[in-house]
């Protein structure tokens, strides 16, 4: 597959990769960690060929095809969703340009020219690469992978400027998923994910044949579908044949053991050292002195056993300033965006009081985010009020990153310019504490990764004085060692929280208060988050209320109710995929007839082209039936 062989890379005097080396071979599955900023992301890219390392070889086989899923997209925002997933894959995008142009000089020239031969070699060829690559499917392709990671049919055709950052990242995903490859990287893709939409994505990468190379913070997750851990070192990688907990027990149980060799090795030599210096001026004990100093010097050396990574614990805390009894309070609080007919919550009533942490849990685009926006005063209200305690001082931390960040500053420079009374010794001290050392506090913000980014971004709102702090998925391309800091650092902060996340696991024993968004109306569920997982989160995307005593004849109802209809449902998308099937068969036949240029000296040939036509009008057809037999099926 790929083989990085004796890499060395750096940032200013950040050293990366040193005589770095790992092969990857084909049908792994790896789970690749390792702490922010120790190089996961630039590693990914240098095997993309995005950057080039400073020395050292990046060797691949002939057959290794790379897709790459990164962690910030970039889209035309004016272009379709199902436009932007076509033209962004690599082999429809060529094969897009060559028939644009080639359909160009069709228009020029007429049918009689000695040029027209050459352009119908050309189209041949064209369709040939098409056929070869499977093209003509690739929208059904392309719908299929939109539709598991939780877009609509009607979704499709809507420009991605209306998609939220969440839906701009799963869309980043499934183009790297319709990419060709056979080695995939993935710089974590479950960010922005739902349950059923996270789920989707575990199958997918468990059905398929594919080697791929897995950064996730969701340590369920990387379980699940990986069957190799990968910790990454300037020097290389150390791998491990089992799930994450597996290999973290080992790994500390070494790291316990080679710190115990320490200790006592420091308390041997601490001892002779002793006895040295005691005898060293006494002409009777030269000889030994001398002998035990040269034992010393031989002795092989133990080091002292780096802290593992994963073990630190947070030595930062968010500045707080004392508060009222009430942080905040919605009365019948209604939004609608002005382009949208439906409200996206309506009369939503919450009360918050100083110290409370709430989930505020829903399914993804129910408007969560908004919500927040509104509390923090970035949207104002359609109807309704907000009323804040007279001490409230809330921080806000947004999913996306270009919001708060200037890309041209550098990150010290970005921290000082928000904090210009903040010395530089004390700039750099909060830095350290997110892992910014050296440096790498004078790397540019454009040129961040996700999790250095929003490592600046938590640094930033650390030091502002709050009491109240709105999060909207803080989790978002952090590692496991962060995120835990993270976690356990809000658990200490003795103000109010509202956070939005998608990581279960990084809101239990934390939110003592669940609120749910869903079908524009908020609701208080009554309970922390540890009872809401236990009680309600299989009912988070269920309308209406069933009485417990009648609730397991229903649902045992239900399940046959929904056996028979997936049943139904897969049998008439297997019939609709064979029609299918036929007539994209009989339409790359034709197009090979259409190649030859005798073709067009039948006398039959423009009643041939009619049906050849109609054959689209058909396939437009089926193909939309497709479409919602699928989004039906789930």
Known sequence: MIQFIRIRHQFGSTILFDDFSWHIKPNQKIGLIGPNGAGKTTLFQIAYNLIKPDSGEVIKTRDTSI?????IPNFNPNLSVIETSLISNVQYGDYHKKKESLDK??????????????????????????????????????????????????DFEKPVSSFSPG??????????????HNLLLLDEP??????????????????????????THDPEFLNRVTDTIAELSSKGVLEFSGSLEDFLEEKNELHAKLALQFKK?????????????????????????????????????????????????????????????????????????ASNKHFTFSNAEMEVSSGDKIALVG?????????????????????????????????????????????????????????????????????????????????????LSGGEQSRLRLAILVENPTNTLLLDEPTNHLDMVTRNALKLALKEYPGSICIISHDPDFLKDLCNRTFELSGGYLKDLNCDFNDFLLYHKDELYDIGEIEKKDKPKLEYQHRNQEKNKIKRLQKEIDTIESKISSLENFRREFEVRMSDSSFYSSPNYKKELLEYDNSKNDLDELNRKWEELSIELG
């Open 105 to 154: 000089e069709f228009d020029s020239i007429s049918h009689d020219s000695p040029e027209f031969e050459k352009i119908l070699q050309k189209q041949s060829e064209l369709e040939d690469f098409a056929n070869a690559s499977d093209l003509h499917t690739i929208e059904n392709r392309a719908k299929k992978i939109l539709s598991g990671l939780g877009y609509k049919q009607t």
């Open 265 to 337: 090795e420091q308390s041997y030599i601490e001892k002779r050292m002793e006895w040295i210096n005691r005898f060293r001026a006494q002409a009777t004990k030269a000889k030994q002195v001398q002998s035990a100093v040269k034992k010393l010097e031989k002795r092989e050396k133990i080091e002292s056993p780096e802290d593992i990574f994963w073990n630190k614990k947070p030595d930062y805390s968010f500045k707080y300033i004392s508060c009222g009894k009430v942080s905040f309070r919605l009365e019948k609080a209604t939004f609608q965006y």
């Open 67 to 71: 897709s790459l899923f990164q962690q």
């Open 190 to 215: 479950t960010n922005h994910l739902d349950d059923v939409s996270k789920d989707w994505l575990a199958n997918y990468l468990l059905d398929s044949k594919i080697t791929f190379i897995l950064v």
């Open 363 to 447: 399914p993804n685009g129910a408007g969560k985010s908004t919500l927040m926006r509104c509390i923090k005063g970035e949207y104002s209200l359609t109807s309704g009020n907000i009323y804040f305690g007279p001490k409230t001082n809330t921080g806000y931390f947004s999913q996306t990153h270009t919001e708060e960040l200037i890309p041209e500053l550098s990150v010290i420079s970005m921290l000082l310019k928000i904090y210009p009374n903040m010395s530089e010794v004390a700039a750099r001290t909060l830095l350290g504490h997110f892992s910014f050392t050296g440096d790498s506090v004078f790397k540019t913000v454009k040129n």
């Open 167 to 180: 839906y701009q990242h799963r869309l980043a995903l499934a183009i790297a998923l319709l990419n060709p």
